[in-house]
Nanobody
């Protein structure tokens, strides 16, 4: 699976951004798609995930109620809608994929920078 992330940028606190991750190379029906982030000096963390076939989703406590993960099957694209952004959301965001039932995410896109100014 090849993953291409886009949509990062600079936004003021309280603003919104939508990240996109276009997938190609394999049928995604049996995959779990995830969005991770890594802030400077911190470990990478899973922000949100969903099974491609739906509807199971996961959100980190820090983003619940503000971020929404979704996918467009026709476009083989997964999105991360981020609302009410906070400075602590500043990080490089990565999309990733793994087989359902797998422990590790095996496929990664390049990161996209999200910067939230106060």
């Amino acid at each position: 699976v090849q993953l291409q992330a886009s949509g990062g940028g600079l936004v003021q606190a309280g603003g919104s951004l939508r990240l996109s991750c276009a997938a190609s190379g394999r049928t995604l029906s049996y995959y779990v798609m995830g969005w991770f982030r890594q802030a400077a000096g911190r470990e990478r963390e899973l922000v949100a995930s969903m099974t491609w076939s739906g509807p199971n989703t996961y959100y980190a406590d820090s983003v619940k109620g503000r971020f929404t993960i979704s996918r467009d099957k026709a476009k083989d694209t997964v999105y991360l809608q981020m609302n009410n952004l906070k400075p602590e959301d500043t990080a490089v965001y990565y999309c990733a994929a793994k087989m359902r039932g797998g422990r590790d995410y095996n496929f990664w896109g390049q990161g996209t920078q999200v910067t939230v100014s106060s």
